[in-house]
């Protein structure tokens, strides 16, 4: 699977903005997708992840109630729709996609280093 992230930039605390992750190589319906940040420093962490059909999302603590996860199947895309952005959301977002992983939860849960397929990342920034 190949993954193209966009969307990235600046915003001001409290703002919102949309991240996108094509994806191509293999029939987008199979496996689960997710999303994870790494900030300066720190090493990448779970975002959120979304299952094959949709049907089900998990999100990281830090984000729950302000970011959600989607995805189009027309369009081999999946979104990162985040709200009320704090400054600590500042980090690179990357998509990530592993055919061997079927929901959310198995990307909440697996180890970065064994997920297979990543996308370039995106960087966001807050500003306070």
């Known amino acids: 699977v190949q993954l193209q992230a966009s969307g990235g930039g600046l915003v001001q605390a409290g703002g919102s903005l949309r991240l996108s992750c094509v994806a191509s190589g293999r029939a987008f319906r199979n496996y689960a997708m997710g999303w994870f940040r790494q900030a300066p420093g720190k090493e990448r962490e779970f975002v959120a992840g979304i299952n094959w059909s949709g049907g089900s999302a998990v999100y990281a603590d830090s984000v729950k109630g302000r970011f959600t996860i989607s995805r189009d199947y027309a369009e081999n895309t999946i979104y990162l729709q985040m709200d009320s952005l704090e400054p600590e959301d500042t980090a690179v977002y990357y998509c990530?996609?592993?055919?061997?992983?079927?929901?959310?939860?198995?990307?909440?849960?697996?180890?970065?280093?064994?997920?297979?397929?990543w996308g370039q990342g995106t960087e966001l920034t807050v500003s306070s």
């Open positions: 990530a996609a592993d055919t061997r992983l079927t929901t959310g939860q198995h990307m909440a849960v697996a180890c970065p280093q064994s997920i297979s397929s």
